[in-house]
């Protein structure tokens, strides 16, 4: 037998209803808490769903922030969040910061004279610095982006709800959109408790964690399904052990290469991308879970009708059995 | 022995034969780049090539695919804007242009309807008082007998105008099927001219489109901010030659009705009092060209289309030794006094320009005006360098990412991972093959596509080996494991890489820009990864298989 890696014993037998109360209760726990800390801090909005500008600057001299702030401050605009960012990529002598100006008049961009003059305010601090980037969304384009966001959100759950609905069960479908919600909504929680700035691109990070976690979770509910029709008579309970079990070593196969890949993305691929590769990466550790931990034991709760089975008819264990890859 | 039919293996290998052909260009990016711009300019010029052109042209073969991805704004560094046009502009003009013809119309039937005056409404609206109240009836019919049919798909068959009464006073508006059709003409009127005005500067491969109802979407890669942009289609360019009134030096004089204190746009605090109702507009502008005056200054020479020259011409020859203003963008840029009536329609506009604004202004004038105003709601800009920065960082991301995969699968199926691999990279190499074949936009999410993908792409064959050595484990006979292996993960995988097709397709539909971007790699990564998982693979696997025919096999 030649080495293997190997991330689960060849067969393994636990049973992961055992500290239910642990798990999924943990798992109810941290959603609350999200939406405590959600309601609470509030989420760091980027200007894409508040509005505004935001300058990135790029220069040689190391930055002072409280210069900074103090330059464009003087200027006629109204809150002004400074960051520094730092990055492995930068060369020794890159310094790079964030500067977010919302307007001084509420429900307005920023003016283009108001930021002409932080910019000539900047120069005048520090002659190297150079603004690599500028962007200004009005206030009328950053309400329409939330609400197409939510939009986006809820068509692509309903829209994963119908498809497994159609494939399974309807109760398959709830428990796997339910496990989908507590990934992204604890996802948003983390995103609340440390403030990182939320904008639209950690909406597509949020939507293709939603399509992750399916993925995983498709995965033990179609060894369910195959199970649930060559054990007719086992306890509803043991034969969702039974398909964790034997999909375990792909679960964890798949979430460490995925992680490998996105962590990769988080480390090395820059620091305008880390907000979106660091969603990705906290929902494919919270997909893994959920598929573990939280789907199935929806389905439990809800109960499964398994008496008229096999829908079809058919003897066939499989609905794909037949097709030729 | 494993054996998929022969067409299967021969379609597997030319769809990786072409995807290797169509995704190399990519690694040449720059020589394909120039190459490309070469054949453009080349055929621009009629087949007229610069030495230099010839030199660029011959950095990348022409036999060879061409094709490139384009790099999104947030890589390729350009400006960006999303501007919403105001569309209920032009229906008040339409109005205000109407109350001449309904004060026409009205006159004929004075003895019925008594004096008729405008009153004031809202822009848009066009409200006349009727001095005899019995006669509304005929004023009403009077004004209905202006409206024409309306000219579109879905308005056939009603009017243009609708007429109503209040009181003592008729209300005109646009109807509803109008307002529709000129919003659809609105746009795409703006659209052609800003495509146009874009387009005269020269720059690669700009995006203009219509988004929504009354937006436009304008990317242009490579411009140095969005605020040029701005000036280059900011610009109305809306010209008028109208009658002076008077001139002052005062800027709070009252013009009087119907009349407008315009600045000039040469001298300082000299105003100019001008009828609104211009003589002849630049929408009947035919042609317009930098030129020179008398002087040998820089000036600009246009020519007016039939009904223009006649107005024109009867305008001038009853005016003559009179000023006349040439108002552009609300700004009179010259006020000559008309020496001789001017017939034939062509004329030279002089003003204190610059060759530059003199060749600008006549680009802007043969473009035409935009039919309305735009407000900008998003502006962008992205640096070059931070693009380039994003670019090296990505790669870095994949390639790390890529090889850590690949030991990984390596570690933990050994042969069967080194396949798996081996299938990774076509699957990358064919992502990068759509992508440069439908002309797709990578941006910065949608590297991250790509290296989500990476991640993921290795899931069908995971799916795929598990079973096998399941079925391995209760004694199938190899060649059956790995057909049942195959077989028996095909409904995960199917389910699997459809609920996320769900997802990449409400992020297409939804998304925008970037995001879509990311969409559009995660989409067609899903399909290659499948095809290069499931077939490739498998492919690789029976060749492998029947060359060595091992009579047991270790996943």
């Known amino acids: ?325 | 022995m494993l054996y998929s039919p022969l067409w299967k293996r021969l379609l597997i290998l030319a769809l990786c034969a072409w995807g290797i052909a169509a995704s190399l260009p990519n690694l040449f990016y720059s020589d394909v780049e120039a190459h490309n711009d070469a054949v453009k300019a080349i055929d621009a010029a009629a087949g007229m090539a610069t030495p230099e052109q010839t030199a660029e042209l011959a950095r990348w073969p022409e036999f060879l695919p061409n094709a490139v991805v384009n790099l999104g704004l947030d890589l390729r560094g350009g400006a960006h804007l999303l501007a919403e046009v105001q569309v209920a502009d032009v229906y008040a003009q339409r109005i205000d242009s109407l109350w001449p013809e309904v004060r026409d119309a009205l006159r004929d039937v004075r003895d019925q309807v008594g004096s008729v005056r405008r009153m004031p409404s809202v822009p848009g609206v066009l409200r006349v008082s009727v001095g005899n109240a019995d006669g509304l009836a005929v004023a009403v019919a009077k004004v209905q007998a202006l409206a024409s049919p309306v000219v579109s798909l879905t308005g056939v068959g009603q009017k243009d105008l609708e007429v109503t009464t209040e009181g003592q006073e008729i209300v005109v508006q646009l109807s509803e099927p109008e307002r529709v059709a000129t919003d659809t003409r609105t746009m795409q009127q703006s659209l052609e001219i800003i495509r146009r005005r874009v387009d005269a500067v020269g720059t690669r491969e700009p995006t203009i489109q219509r988004q929504g109802s009354d937006r436009i979407l304008i990317q242009v890669p490579g411009l140095g901010s969005a605020a040029e942009l701005k000036a280059i289609i900011g610009t109305t360019a809306k010209l008028t030659f109208n009658t002076v009134v008077g001139r002052t030096t005062n800027p709070a004089a009252d013009p009087g009705p119907r009349n407008s204190l315009l600045a000039s746009s040469d001298e300082k605090d000299v105003y100019y009092i001008v009828a609104d109702e211009p003589v002849v507009s630049g929408e009947e502008l035919t042609d317009a060209q930098p030129s020179f005056d008398q002087n040998s200054r820089p000036a600009v020479s246009f020519k007016f289309n039939v009904s223009g020259a006649r107005k024109f011409g009867e305008y001038t020859s009853a005016n003559i030794g009179q000023p006349f203003a040439i108002v552009l963008d609300d700004k009179v840029i010259s006020a000559p006094t008309i020496q001789s009536a001017i017939q034939g329609g062509s004329g030279i506009i002089t003003g204190n320009f610059t060759l530059e604004e003199s060749t600008n202004l006549a680009v802007l004038l043969r473009a035409g005006a935009l039919p309305a105003k735009m407000n900008f709601l998003e502006e962008r800009t992205i640096g070059p360098e931070l693009g380039q920065d994003s670019i090296d960082a990505g790669k870095v991301a994949v390639i790390i990412g890529m090889v850590a995969v690949s030991l990984f699968m390596l570690a933990s199926y050994g042969l069967f991972g080194l396949f798996a691999n081996i299938a990774l990279v076509i699957n990358i190499v064919m992502i990068f093959a759509v992508l440069s074949t439908i002309g797709g936009t990578l941006t910065l999410p949608g590297i991250a596509g790509i290296v989500l993908t990476i991640g993921m792409a290795v899931d069908a064959n995971v799916l795929v080996f598990e079973r096998i050595r399941e079925e391995l484990r209760i004694h199938k006979t190899t060649a059956r494991a790995i057909e049942i292996g195959y077989e028996r993960a095909m409904s995960a995988i199917v389910d699997a890489n459809l609920t996320a097709m769900i997802t990449a397709a409400v992020l297409f539909f939804l998304g925008a820009g970037p995001v879509r971007g990311f969409a559009v790699t995660m989409g067609i990564g899903i399909v290659t990864s499948v095809f290069t998982a499931l077939w490739v693979t498998r492919f690789i696997i029976e060749l492998w298989f029947n060359w060595r025919k091992p009579t047991e096999i270790v996943v």
Request: proline share 3%; glycine share 8%.
């Open chain 1, 1 to 325: 037998m030649a080495w293997r890696l190997r991330l689960a014993p060849e067969k393994t037998n636990f049973d992961f209803f055992r500290h239910q109360w642990l798990t999924f209760g943990g798992s109810v726990l941290l959603m609350l808490l999200a939406f405590v800390f959600w309601g609470t801090e509030g989420l760091n909005y980027g200007i894409d769903f508040k509005g505004g500008t935001t300058l990135r600057t790029d220069s040689s001299q190391p930055i002072d922030v409280g210069a900074y702030r103090a330059a464009v401050e003087s200027q006629p605009v109204g809150d002004v969040v400074i960051t520094e960012v730092f990055d492995p990529s930068f060369r020794a002598d890159q310094h790079v910061a964030m500067i977010r100006i919302s307007s001084a008049e509420a429900d307005q961009a920023v003016s283009e004279d108001a930021l002409t003059a932080v910019k000539t305010a900047l120069v005048k601090l520090d002659p190297a610095i150079k603004f690599v980037s500028e962007e200004t969304v009005g206030p009328k384009v950053s309400g329409e982006l939330v609400y197409t966001s939510i939009l986006a959100m809820t068509v692509t759950s309903i829209g994963i709800m119908l498809y497994i609905w159609m494939r399974f069960e309807w109760q398959f479908a709830l428990g796997g959109v339910l496990a989908l919600l507590h990934d992204v909504f604890i996802t948003v929680g983390i995103f609340a408790l440390f403030q990182i700035k939320f904008d639209l691109t950690i909406v597509a990070a949020l939507l293709t964690i939603l399509g992750y976690s399916i993925n995983d979770t498709v995965v033990v509910f179609d060894r369910l399904r195959e199970n649930l029709v060559k054990y007719k008579t086992m306890p509803l309970k043991d034969v969702m052990n039974l398909s964790v079990n034997e999909t375990l070593s792909r679960t964890l196969m798949t979430s460490i290469t995925t992680l490998i890949a996105v962590g990769s993305m988080m480390v090395f691929g820059g620091d305008v991308i880390r907000g979106f590769s660091f969603a990705i990466f906290m929902g494919v550790l919270l997909g893994t879970y959920s598929s573990v931990y939280v789907a199935k034991n929806i389905v439990l709760m809800i109960g499964l009708d398994r008496s008229e089975k096999p829908k079809n008819g058919k003897p066939s264990d499989h609905e794909f059995a037949n097709i030729d890859a």
